[in-house]
């Protein structure tokens, strides 16, 4: 029974490794403080890409994973650190919205690494303050469609 195991162990270890080699991903956390007025939010943002979650905090936390398509941690980290992967937060004060958008001087340009695109793929997982704001009061545009996420 164990020689028909083993091959089967070892193509299911190969296959793995060959999706994940080529790839480097990395969490990159930022904290955004509410003002007073904000009880909505606005995330301009691909809906695929957003998640939702509440948080006890009085602070919006931002948690973005990015995957680059190339093996390239310096790469990455260096990216991260220039804040090419932060949102701009936009206070509307007359509304009480907060709008959470890419920062787009920071992240349009194309990386090409070794005469290949890279291709950056991502997910954001956004703590909301249930105390500030509730999950009802915040909507997600996506290419000008609007959905609203809360029960």
Known sequence: MVPRVAPYFVFCFLF???ILIGQTT??????IVLGECVTHLKIDLPASQVELRTTKSSRILVETSV????SNEHLLDYLAQTGRYNLRPIEDKTNHTLTLTKNQKLSSGVLIVKGKEVR????YTIYVPSSKIDLMNVEVQDDGVVGYIGD
């Open 26 to 31: 990395k969490k990159v956390a930022e904290h």
């Open 67 to 70: 995957t680059l398509s190339v």
């Open 16 to 18: 793995a490794t060959s």
């Open 120 to 123: 950056e793929d991502f997910v």
